[in-house]
């Protein structure tokens, strides 16, 4: 069993991982300056620890020990900070959903390369909102998309918002941040994948148009939340994809519109 540690000052050094999570500017420098990640709920903590990655410590209530336990028992040298949900409070400046977090050491990041042998792809480009790349990647792995890469601009899958929301599949499906964008569109291309970006354009084929192509390798491409791809993006994109919509509604938030062209393309 991992050592229990009974802390009971919110300032002890040794909860420095969990400081202020609702920070976002904070959080990003720590977290990439330490390489790793807070898993929030006693399932997503579990679903870490499963995919393999190392824990750093755990931050518990105590009522989480006994069915944690496994877990624990998993990382014997990773600390189990035992805490109030009123001390959890204070550490994280919010109320800790259920009482559970961990921090986890990041893996290495997966090179591009080695992501291209599946069918369906799955771009998310400069979108801001880490609820929306929770949403986005739980419907990826959900619809069975092979991999989902990121542009560089894109909010961080590891940060503790899109963990929650992604209910932990950001730890089962394969995905890496590009290091070049648009121009990692061209390694797609040379792999066979046709690049489809989502947009209201003039020239956009419908969604059914897109499916009853029936390509053997595809690209699905979201651009961020308003705007959408930019122009320079679409034009080096194969396709130009549209949802058609009535209602009214000119449009759907990117998550659902992954969604539902995930769906469609499903194989």
């Known amino acids: 069993m991992s050592p229990l540690v009974s802390v009971e000052d919110p300032a002890d050094p040794r909860l420095g991982d969990y400081v202020q999570l609702r920070e976002v500017n904070l959080r990003r420098m720590l977290e990439e300056e330490h390489g790793l990640f807070i898993a929030e709920g006693d399932k997503v903590i579990r679903r870490a620890a499963e995919a393999g990655y190392e824990p750093r410590s755990f931050l518990l209530a105590p009522r989480w020990l006994d069915s944690l336990s496994d877990v624990l028992e998993k990382w014997p040298e990773a600390p189990v900070y035992v805490v109030t949900e009123e001390l959890a409070e204070q550490v994280t400046g919010f109320h800790v959903h259920r009482g559970a977090l961990a ?7 997966v090179d591009l390369e080695d992501l291209l042998s599946g069918r369906r792809i799955a771009i998310f480009d400069d979108i801001v909102d880490h609820t929306n790349v929770g949403a986005g990647f739980r419907a990826a792995a959900a619809m069975g998309v092979d991999a989902v890469l990121i542009t560089p601009t894109c909010a961080d899958p590891l940060y503790r918002r899109s963990i929650k929301v992604s209910m932990g599949t950001v ?10 964008w648009p121009g990692a569109l061209s390694v797609l291309k040379s792999h ?10 003039d020239d956009s084929i419908t969604l059914d148009d897109l499916t009853a192509r029936h390509d053997e390798k595809l690209a699905l ?4 939340e308003g705007h959408g791809l930019k122009p320079h993006v679409l034009e080096q994109t194969d396709l130009t994809v549209k949802i058609p919509m009535s209602g009214g509604v000119d449009s759907l938030n990117v998550a659902s519109s992954a969604a539902v062209a995930f769906y469609a393309t499903r194989v």
């Open 171 to 180: 730890f089962q499906i394969p995905w890496t941040r590009l290091s070049s």
């Open 103 to 109: 921090s986890y050491r990041r893996q290495p990041a």
């Open 192 to 201: 066979g994948f046709v690049t489809a970006g989502l947009a209201l354009t």
């Open 221 to 224: 491409i979201f651009g961020t």
